[in-house]
């Protein structure tokens, strides 16, 4: 995921969009306030193992020297002082902006499609045009998905089956396209046409169609395909478009690309506001709801729907079964992040 949007800012979920909120008020500013390990519910029963194996596939990609000490520290470490090392190294930093928490999740989409067109298989996923990347805003998604400019250029990608589908793509800005023969290929953000995002679950709301707690990706999907005209108009609402490119790179096995252009871990990286967390921080989650989680992960990507120092999306990896689990998650909590210890303590008013 990741977005609620773009994957060029990282891949985030449609849930992210629906519910973001403002970033902290700039005239006030963040309050920082450093905790015991022993605060943290449940610290002592995670996989230290599997954070600290996540923490070293970006950390060589921080900025600052004492990051890059412990990320020097973090590759000679043994797994079985996994735990010790956060402890030692780090301390926990709740960064607080006025705003609730609100954990979300974002997925990477497995889509059916080909790579020719068919009467089935006749929703294209472009690549980015050339002369779309020296301008800020380029034509809107009415433009060009109906006035016939991207045909007969040999930008398609693929072409897939459900437009819906597509548009969630989109959101996402990463995903996978199973083809007829079985193969899978990847896909990424390969740019998008300047304009701002729109949420067409708020439109959904605002046409009486539902009220707010009623949207989720799931409802606006089944009523666009049973309002298949409705539907289609509902979509341009988002003048937004997003168009990819093919990544052959990664392994298949591997997640797709976050923020860092690293393969990013289901359950392990999570997507923040990187106003507030440095991208390849350790993170804290202590979410709420029905299904309690408190896990160590890694900020490894963003979304310019996550803003606000509490404000994160769980990656919960590829496929359905993760869409679904990601469509559902919008909790409370809180989160912290591991900083540096004299990182951590510079940030408090008198430094101490």
């Known amino acids: 995921m990741r977005g609620w949007l773009w994957r060029g800012l990282g891949a985030v979920g449609l849930i992210a969009a629906l519910w973001s909120g403002a970033g902290a008020d700039p005239a006030v500013g963040p309050s920082h306030r450093i905790l015991d390990f022993r605060e943290l519910a449940d610290w002592d029963l995670d996989n230290h193992v599997e954070a600290l194996r996540v923490f070293r596939e ?12 412990l990320c020097a520290m973090a590759h000679n470490a043994e797994d079985s002082g996994a735990r010790a090392f956060f402890e030692l190294f780090f301390r926990p ?32 996923l472009y690549r980015m045009p050339p002369e779309a990347r020296s301008t800020n805003i380029w034509f809107s998604r009415r433009d060009i998905l109906t006035t016939g400019m991207m045909e007969g250029r040999g930008l398609e990608i693929a072409w897939v089956d459900d437009p819906v589908e597509l548009f969630f793509l989109q959101i996402q800005g990463s995903g996978r396209i199973r083809l007829e023969d ?24 605002r046409l009486g169609v539902y009220n707010l707690h009623q949207v ?11 309002n298949p005209e409705a539907g ?94 990601a469509g559902q998650l919008k909790d409370p909590g809180r989160m912290l992040v ?13 430094g101490f």
């Open 58 to 69: 970006t950390c060589m990609d921080m900025e600052g020297v004492d990051w890059q000490s």
């Open 93 to 124: 930093v709740l960064i607080e902006d006025g705003k609730e928490a609100l954990f979300t999740g974002y997925f990477e989409p497995v889509l059916n499609g080909s790579r020719y067109r068919s009467a089935r298989f006749r929703y294209p």
């Open 182 to 205: 079985g193969t899978l290929i990847r896909v990424g953000y390969g740019g998008a046409n300047g304009h701002p995002y729109r949420s067409i679950g708020q439109e959904l709301v």
């Open 216 to 226: 989720s990706a799931e409802v606006i999907g089944n009523w666009v395909r049973r």
């Open 232 to 325: 289609a108009e509902l979509l341009m609402h988002n003048p937004s478009y997003v168009f990819f490119r093919e990544i052959k790179r990664l392994a298949a096995h591997r997640g797709p690309l976050g923020a860092m252009n690293r393969s990013i871990t289901p359950l392990r990286t999570v997507a923040v506001d990187p106003a507030f967390t440095p991208l390849g921080a350790p993170v804290w989650i202590e979410k709420k709801g029905e299904t309690a989680l408190n896990r160590l992960m890694i900020a490894q990507d963003t979304g310019s729907a996550i803003k606000g120092a509490q404000r994160a999306d769980i990656f919960f990896g590829g496929g359905d079964d993760a869409g679904r689990q």
């Open 338 to 350: 591991l900083m540096p210890i004299q990182r951590a303590y510079a940030l408090l008013p008198d």
